[in-house]
Every structure is written in C-alpha cells, then in structure tokens.
C-alpha cells in the first residue's frame, strides 16, 4: 500500500528556511521520480521540484529556483525539500506526489505559511 506522509511545514517569516519531509512507504523513493507541489488558496496545484530515479537530477519551477532544493533519502525513503529564503508568495499547502503503477498518490500535505 503506497502512502506518503510529509511533515516541516509551518510560520515563517519572509527570508526565512523551512524544510519539509516526505516520508514514502509501500514503494522505493529511489525507484520513481518524486514531486512536490503546492497550492495556494485560490490557485491551482502547482509542480515546484521533482527528482528523477536515473542520476537523481532534479527540476524547479522558475518561481522557486535557486531558493529550493529536491532531495532524496534512499536509506530512509524520505523525500525533502529545503526551502531558502521563503516569501510572501511561498504560501501553500504543500504535497508529495507519486506516480506509482499508472496511479498518482498524494500524501495530506503541510501548510507553509510565510508572513510577517
């Protein structure tokens, strides 16, 4: 049964860092690519970074590169993402994502809020 759970969210003040969890059972982190997402109030879910199986490179939506990193955890199958330098507009609910065997899971996700 695949089920991911994230943890790390919470307040933050603008500029300031954050890292969240994704923890992954039922599949191997390592053997899929893993996302995270986001989505504010009133927006739709957006893809933020994502890292690949083979090399584990990784991708970054414009509005967070250089300020996000994608990591992964093979021994833990955990998935993270650091988040630096955190803004107004950071503010979302943030959820870890799979595409498992032709099916997308979502963990419950964890709330980022940026503000002063």
């Known amino acids: 049964q695949v089920q991911l759970v994230e943890s790390g969210g919470g307040l933050v003040q603008p500029g300031g860092s954050l890292r969240l969890s994704c923890a992954a059972s039922?599949?191997?982190?390592?053997?899929?690519?893993m996302n995270w997402y986001r989505q504010a109030p009133g927006k739709e879910r957006e893809l933020v970074a994502a890292?690949?199986?083979?090399?584990?490179?990784?991708t970054y939506a414009d509005s967070v590169k250089g300020r996000f990193t994608i990591s992964r955890d093979n021994a833990n199958n955990t998935v993270y993402l650091q988040m630096n330098s955190l803004k107004l507009e950071d503010t979302a609910v943030y959820y870890c994502n799979v595409r498992w065997r032709l099916s997308n899971y979502w963990g419950q996700g964890t709330q980022v809020t940026v503000s002063s």
């Open positions: 039922g599949f191997t982190v390592s053997s899929y690519r």
């Open positions: 890292i690949t199986t083979v090399g584990g490179t990784t």
